[in-house]
Each structure stands twice: as structure tokens, then as C-alpha cells.
């Protein structure tokens, strides 16, 4: 009798209850300025052997920067190793658990009213009920689709917003890193600008194209992020002892050439396989249907960047020139309203050598002509744990220049009604406008 209620109690703890929501308590986020070659080199060596040191920004060639979140037990080794190479370091967050106590996570229900609050993070019910809301306010232009199934069973919720047939397709992939908070928060954002503004261009863009769009692409690694571990990345599948495959590392392009770990405690483990995981695997099947596919945006944070594939090389790749010329061009328009600067390029010139992301699958597999990443807001100051007053002008900044994005496609005759890409004609025009000021 005793053995059967001890083994109760056992089993109570482990189901509810057990697992407390982690602290962060006295954890804090250094910013290295590594000079020389070197650096570099012993601190990705640090990163190697230490998993549980948080790399918020990685050691790779070149970086002004770095930036780790320590544990308080290893700060004074983490010091010690930094003066002993000769590096600078500061401490910009002394104490992330304050940090995160600054965030709300709010549920949305039908008291809400309709309208979700720019100032607040929501959890994943208070998503799909926002979802769940707007395909009942529009039924006539918004839809709700299912991308796929997580790990865990959860559906990859999303909407489909269409003012009627034969448009073409942007779509609006965010949340796959769990702890990019502001991902889906700008995009659900966006979302609803496309369909309650009055500014006439975002109004265009949203009745000249058919939007997919896919706030929480990893629902089961979202969930652990507000529930157990705010700076929670990867799925929750279980490997061995460990947890999570890096699903912005698992898809079938150029799967673990750079930038992803076979590690499964690292933050970058590129999983089994290539799409060994269901989000991606599913994810990939849902992307293949839709037909038309002019634009993929891929909405990450953070360090303010906009990227273009490929990552294995920083070879201008395809149609490199004109994704990277128009990409310019709407970080200008991003930057209007705030100032916000961001940096364009290739993967690999601009962040790193990494494979096995959604937007080279979909580059490489799916043929889009406007395949971009973008790693919004801020640029090192918050890093994840970007405050909620910055969803609104995140947001409004994002669209601001997805609007430009698509506006200046159409003017320079890049994507046309029929879908066929016209080769650099954007340099033509712009050579022969140089030429006429000449
Ligand atoms: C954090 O550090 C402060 C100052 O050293 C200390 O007083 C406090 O007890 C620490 N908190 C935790 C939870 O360890
Ligand atoms: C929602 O609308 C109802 C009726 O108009 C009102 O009574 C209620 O206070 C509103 N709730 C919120 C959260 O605004
Ligand atoms: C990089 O990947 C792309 C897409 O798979 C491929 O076409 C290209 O040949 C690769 N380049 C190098 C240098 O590996
Ligand atoms: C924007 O960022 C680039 C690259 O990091 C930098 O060279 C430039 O000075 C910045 N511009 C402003 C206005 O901050
Ligand atoms: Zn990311």
C-alpha cells in the first residue's frame, strides 16, 4: 500500500507541477568585442566545449561583436578566460530574469473584442483564438489553413487572406525559433493591417495578393518558451536525454553542410535528417500546394538583417543582384519611420556559413523569386527579450517595407501577372538611368 502511494506521488510530480517555470535569476549577457583572428578562434572553441553557454551571437569571422548569456556560476570563469586572451568585454545585462519579468504573455478571448494589444505577447490559444476570430469577422477573405502538425500534435495554424481567385503568393513564415518572440507578434501585426488599414498601398498589397501566413511555425517549442524555458529555440522531440532539433536547420537543402550541429544538446542540431522532424516535414508539403509563389519571407529576430540565399556560399547565387538591389531599397523604406537601419545580403556575407533553413528549401525546391529572411528589431540592446512597447513599430516599420518590397517588383517588371522573372532588368534600368545623369 505504502510502494503504490509513494509511486503515486512520483507520478503526481512528474505530470503537474514538477517542472517549475525557470529562472533566470543573476544570468547575465556579455557583449565580447573579439580583435584579432584568434579571439575568435578560442572563442568558438569556448562555445564548443560549453553547451550550456547561450551564444546569443556567434563568434564566426569578422563580427564586431559577440554576446553570450552566462549562468552566475560561470561568470567569473567566463571573465577570466575573456582577460586572459586579452579580450574586452560588458556586461549590458546584469540580471535577464528582470528582463523577462518586464514581458507580459496574455491570453486572447472573446472579451478581447476583436482587436489584440500591440503592447503585449500573447500565448498560442491566445493566437488561435485571435485566428479563429478573424475568419469569422471576414468570412469572405480570410481563411484558416493548416501548414502541418507539430511534434506534440499541435496544428501549425495560420490564415489565408484573399480578395478573390487568380492572385499570386507571399508568404509569411515566423515563429520557427521559439524564443524570437517578436516574430509572430510583428507578424500577427502585419496580418492585421492587411486587412483593417486605411493607407491606400497596404491596402493594394493586401487585395493584389494572396497571403499565407503562419505566425507560430514551431506552436510546440512557442509553448515551452512562455511555460518552462524562456530562451527555448528548437522543437520538443526527444533525443537520447535530450530535447529539440533546431527546425530552422532541418530542412532538405544542403542539410548539415554549415552552420548546424549533430550535437542534439546544441542550440543548432540539425535533427536525424534532412525533414526528420513533422513541423518541417509538414510544413514543406503545405508549401508545395500553393501555387504562384512570388514571395517567401521568413521572419526571425534579431540583429536587424535581411538576408537572401544561399548559405553555403557567398557566391551571388540565381538572382542574387536584383533580391539584394530591391531588398536595399526596402530597408529604406523600413527605415523612414524610426530610423531603424538594417544590413543586406546574402547569408553567408552578412550572418554566417548555415544550411538547412526554410528559405534555401524554398529558393532551391520551389524556384520563388523573392525569398527573404529577415531578423527584425533590435541590434544587440535586448537581443530576444525585445520589449513589448517595440512590437507596434516593429511592425509598422516590417510592413512599411514588405509593401516596397512588392511595389518595387511589379514597377521594375521583376515578377509579372504571368509569373516569369525577368532577368536583371532592374540593373538595365538602373545603368541606364546612371547613364542619363552622366
Ligand atoms: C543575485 O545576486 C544578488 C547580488 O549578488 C544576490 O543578493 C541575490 O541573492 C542573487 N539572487 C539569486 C536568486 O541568486
Ligand atoms: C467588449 O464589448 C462588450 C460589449 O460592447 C463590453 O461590455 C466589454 O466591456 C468589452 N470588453 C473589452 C475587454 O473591451
Ligand atoms: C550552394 O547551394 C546551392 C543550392 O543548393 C547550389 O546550387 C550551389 O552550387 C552551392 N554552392 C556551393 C559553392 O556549394
Ligand atoms: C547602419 O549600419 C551600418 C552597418 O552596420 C553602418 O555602417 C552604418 O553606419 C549604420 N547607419 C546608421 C545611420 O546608423
Ligand atoms: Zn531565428
Wanted: aromatic share 12%.
Amino acid at each position: 500500500m505504502r510502494i503504490i502511494l509513494i509511486l503515486f506521488v512520483i507520478y503526481e510530480l512528474s505530470s503537474n507541477g514538477f517542472c517549475e517555470k525557470f529562472r533566470f535569476d543573476n544570468y547575465s549577457l556579455y557583449k565580447i568585442l573579439p580583435t584579432t583572428d584568434d579571439h575568435i578562434k578560442v572563442l568558438q572553441d569556448l562555445q564548443n566545449e560549453d553547451p550550456y553557454l547561450d551564444f546569443w551571437k556567434d563568434p564566426t569571422p569578422k563580427v564586431p561583436f559577440v554576446m553570450v548569456l552566462s549562468s552566475p556560476d560561470k561568470k567569473p570563469k567566463l571573465e577570466n578566460f575573456l582577460s586572459q586572451h586579452g579580450m574586452d568585454f560588458e556586461i549590458t545585462i546584469p540580471n535577464v530574469q528582470e528582463n523577462i519579468d518586464k514581458e507580459t504573455v496574455r491570453e486572447y478571448t472573446r472579451n478581447n473584442n476583436g482587436s489584440m494589444s500591440w503592447d503585449t505577447y500573447y500565448t498560442l490559444d491566445g493566437i488561435n483564438n485571435w485566428i479563429a476570430q478573424l475568419i469569422n469577422q471576414y468570412p469572405n477573405i480570410v481563411s484558416g489553413i493548416v501548414g502541418g502538425y507539430s511534434y506534440e500534435g499541435r496544428p501549425i495554424l495560420g490564415i489565408k487572406i484573399s480578395h478573390g481567385p487568380g492572385r499570386r503568393a507571399v508568404v509569411l513564415e515566423a515563429g520557427i525559433h521559439a524564443r524570437e518572440w517578436i516574430s509572430p507578434a510583428a507578424t500577427n501585426f502585419i496580418a492585421n493591417e492587411l486587412l483593417s488599414s486605411d493607407d491606400e498601398m497596404t491596402k493594394s498589397a493586401a487585395r493584389d495578393y494572396d497571403w499565407y501566413i503562419f505566425p507560430v511555425t514551431n506552436p510546440d517549442g512557442y509553448v515551452w518558451s512562455y511555460k518552462e524555458f524562456r530562451m527555448w529555440r528548437k522543437n520538443r522531440r526527444p533525443i537520447g536525454v535530450h530535447f529539440g532539433v533546431d527546425l530552422n536547420r532541418n530542412w532538405n537543402s544542403n542539410w548539415l553542410r554549415f552552420g548546424a550541429s549533430t550535437n542534439p544538446i546544441s542550440n543548432t542540431y540539425a535533427g536525424t535528417g534532412p525533414f526528420s522532424e513533422p513541423e518541417t516535414r509538414s510544413l514543406s508539403e503545405y508549401l508545395r500546394t500553393i501555387k504562384d509563389m512570388d514571395y517567401y519571407l521568413s521572419i526571425h529576430s534579431w540583429g536587424q538583417m535581411l538576408l537572401v540565399p544561399f548559405g553555403n556560399t557567398t557566391e551571388p547565387l540565381d538572382n542574387y543582384h536584383d533580391a539584394v538591389n530591391i531588398g536595399r531599397r526596402a530597408m529604406g523604406a523600413l527605415s523612414v519611420r524610426y530610423g531603424t537601419n538594417y544590413t543586406t545580403g546574402n547569408i553567408a556575407e552578412v550572418l554566417y556559413f548555415a544550411t538547412g533553413g526554410s528559405d534555401e528549401w524554398v529558393k532551391e525546391h520551389l524556384h520563388v523569386p523573392f525569398v527573404y529572411c529577415y531578423e527584425l528589431r533590435d541590434s544587440g540592446e535586448h537581443g530576444f527579450l525585445l520589449p513589448p512597447e517595440q512590437i507596434r513599430p516593429t511592425g509598422e516599420e516590417t510592413l512599411d517595407s514588405i509593401v516596397d518590397l512588392l511595389f518595387q517588383a511589379r514597377r521594375f517588371g521583376l515578377v509579372s501577372s504571368s509569373g516569369h522573372v525577368k532577368v536583371s532588368l532592374l540593373i538595365m534600368l538602373t545603368s541606364i538611368l546612371m547613364l542619363s545623369v552622366i
